[in-house]
């Protein structure tokens, strides 16, 4: 009997992934028996499954976020840690795209499949690096999977927003920001470029920025705006929602020069119809040089790709010799967080 393809064993379904052997899904959109969970983003994340296995660190993101609906059992797993399901070896692997998130690494009859997840490949304080896995089926993203795409150093968007603080001190500096992996990300960002002083954040960030603190990243002083005074806040960087810039709450702001960070800044129209007067190109997912270099690095003879910018990507890599195809799953979010 022939040993079974990936594609033989791996199905796409209405749920999500379905990894046939071991009786699980990864990443799955609706309620199922079993899932894999690659990160605690709300896309990947959904309540409501039966059994979940994931990182410690997403379980308590995932906790926080959906309380007792997180799932009815709740399994952490070790980075690193090889364990069998059903008929398959499983093992997750850092993916560097925000606190707790992995790649999950599949073996069974003779192959090794990685299903990536959301990753990036830049340095991160707030979450471990991403570990390259040399395999046969590399599946991954491609939300920036186009050669417009090339993200700036992190250091020099921080650059701009402080020489902004310094020209306007007598304004306020809103960024907007996503609550998970964003908000923690430019905090650190900022300490690294030296900004000891408190920064201010928005109600909806506080219980992630907390539990990213009691899970030992740490995030220097942060304090509320709302209790705040108009003078307070002149001249020092608030982070919120990047919906919050156009809410009643950003009145309390003194003449806010309001900034959004997100790889989407790279589009100068998405920026324009946020409103947003300071684009900053920070993002939590691999541009396009580093989705290609990542391919080549994995030596994977098969790319599938899960959602994003696919057309270009295939193309890609197709004229590198390897197969690929889109595997065209629903459900993804494409929007100012990423």
Not at 1 to 26: A, N
Not at 64 to 86: D, H, K, M, N
């Amino acid at each position: 009997m022939p040993t079974p393809r990936p594609d033989q064993w791996i199905r796409v379904q209405p749920e999500g992934l379905l990894v046939v052997p071991g009786g699980f899904h990864i990443d799955p959109v609706r309620p199922v028996e079993r899932a894999l969970v690659t990160h605690g983003h709300s896309d990947h994340a959904r309540p409501n499954n039966r059994a979940v296995l994931a990182t410690a660190e997403t379980l308590a993101i995932m906790r926080a976020r959906y309380g007792e609906e997180a799932g009815r059992s709740l399994q952490p797993v070790a980075l690193g840690e090889t364990q069998r399901i059903g008929g398959v070896d499983v093992t997750f692997v850092p993916a560097g795209h925000v606190l707790g998130s992995a790649q999950i690494v599949l073996e069974h009859a003779g192959s090794r499949v990685v299903v990536s997840g959301d990753y990036k490949r830049r340095p991160d304080q707030t979450c471990l690096p991403f570990q390259p896995v040399v395999c046969d089926v590399f599946v991954t993203e491609a939300t920036f999977g186009l050669p417009v795409f090339r993200h700036p150093p992190d250091r020099e968007e921080v650059g701009k927003l402080l020489h902004s603080v310094a020209l306007f001190p007598e304004r306020a500096h809103l960024v907007g920001v996503y609550a998970l992996g964003k908000a923690q990300r430019v905090i650190r960002l900022l300490r690294q470029a030296g900004w000891d002083r408190p920064i201010y954040i928005h109600g909806a960030l506080q219980a992630l920025c907390d539990l990213y603190e009691s899970l030992g990243v740490p995030l220097g002083p942060l304090l509320p705006a709302t209790e705040a005074s108009k003078a307070d806040l002149a001249g020092q960087i608030v982070l919120a929602p990047p919906s919050a810039s156009a809410d009643r709450w950003s009145r309390r702001l003194p003449d806010p020069v309001v900034a959004a960070a997100s790889g989407w800044m790279r589009v100068r129209q998405r920026a324009r119809q946020g409103g947003v007067e300071l684009p900053l190109i920070i993002s939590d997912h691999a541009d396009w040089d580093e989705l290609c270099a990542t391919i080549e690095e994995v030596e994977a003879g098969e790319i599938w790709v899960t959602h994003g910018r696919e057309e270009a990507l295939i193309h890609q890599v197709r004229k590198s010799g390897r197969a690929a195809r889109a595997l065209a799953l629903i459900g993804f979010e494409e929007d100012d967080s990423a």
